[in-house]
């Protein structure tokens, strides 16, 4: 195992379901350590990218490499890849403890006096008392259950975080504490980040580098600002559009 911050490398990715084309030959470069935004509207293909990142999709064509390996059955042995699920995909019979020790008793990595250590440990650096572990999730606001599942993908001690829409159905002031804290964590850490959302503040809060994914392929990339100006029409527009009341 190498040590924290890979890099992510995306070629000429092509995918369809059926007769739809999601992906024509996608371009992508993550740079190590720093936070990556991919933002885009709603089924643009943000979640399909993230599931080939971690080799639970397979391209059509292109290539998908991570840490200069192609993603491939072995990935996952060679690099420490955690995913955060929009979902957070809890399970609601364990505790939040059980939960977020899940992974190091599944692979036995370390004596029980310690993964109660990492658990309490990774609790904190998500911001949530040892206390907050004895409860069930469903004892928890969506927020907080956020977190929880941010804390379990850091027991793996990951190289490469991702989080797919880690703010769907949180207040905006939740929102921005989970912002912080993906931020906090890289910082920290050092972990390569990679967010994938369609909301807009928390791409502008916390990316270094966004692209935004549109038509199956980045209609636009670069920094914040960059991306602010860009002259695509479609990014544009998803920037500026706000609800406006049919006029009586
Ligand atoms: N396993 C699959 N089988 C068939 N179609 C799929 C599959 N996975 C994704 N799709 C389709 O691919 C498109 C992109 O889906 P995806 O979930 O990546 O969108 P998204 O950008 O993540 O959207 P959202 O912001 O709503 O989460 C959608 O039209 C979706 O229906
Ligand atoms: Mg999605």
């Known amino acids: 195992m190498e040590n924290a911050g890979v ?3 995306v070629r000429g990715l092509r995918k369809n379901f059926g ?3 999601v992906l024509a030959g ?3 470069e993550i740079r190590p350590g720093e936070v990556f935004v991919l933002m885009g509207p709603s089924g643009a293909g943000k ?24 993603v491939d059955d072995s990935i996952r042995d060679r690099f420490r ?32 006096a310690d993964r109660e250590r990492l ?14 572990g004895l409860k069930l999730p469903s004892e928890l606001s969506g927020g ?7 804390a379990r993908a850091l027991t793996m001690d990951p190289q490469l975080i991702l989080f797919d829409e880690p ?37 502008f809060g916390v990316g270094q580098r966004i692209g935004f994914l549109a038509e199956g392929r980045l209609l636009a990339l670069g920094t914040p600002a960059e991306i602010r100006a860009s002259a695509d029409p479609l990014v544009h527009q998803f920037l500026t559009s706000a609800f406006t009341p049919p006029s009586p």
């Open 7 to 9: 890099s992510v490398s």
């Open 19 to 21: 007769s739809q084309c």
């Open 26 to 28: 996608l371009d992508l």
């Open 47 to 70: 979640s399909v990218v993230l599931r080939h990142l971690i080799g639970l999709e397979e391209p059509d064509a292109g290539e998908v490499r991570v840490g200069d390996h192609p």
């Open 81 to 112: 890849m955690a995913m955060v699920f929009q979902s957070g995909g809890l399970l609601n019979s364990l505790t939040v403890a059980e939960n977020v020790g899940l992974y190091l008793a599944e692979h036995r990595l370390v004596s029980r």
């Open 119 to 132: 658990v309490r440990e990774k609790l904190d650096l998500v911001g949530l008392d040892e206390s907050v």
């Open 144 to 150: 907080m259950r956020k977190r929880v599942a941010i």
């Open 167 to 203: 703010t769907s159905e949180l207040d905006p002031l939740a929102a921005a504490t989970v912002g912080g804290e993906i931020v906090a964590l890289n910082r920290r850490l050092g972990v390569t980040t990679v967010v994938v959302t369609h909301d807009r503040h928390l791409a």
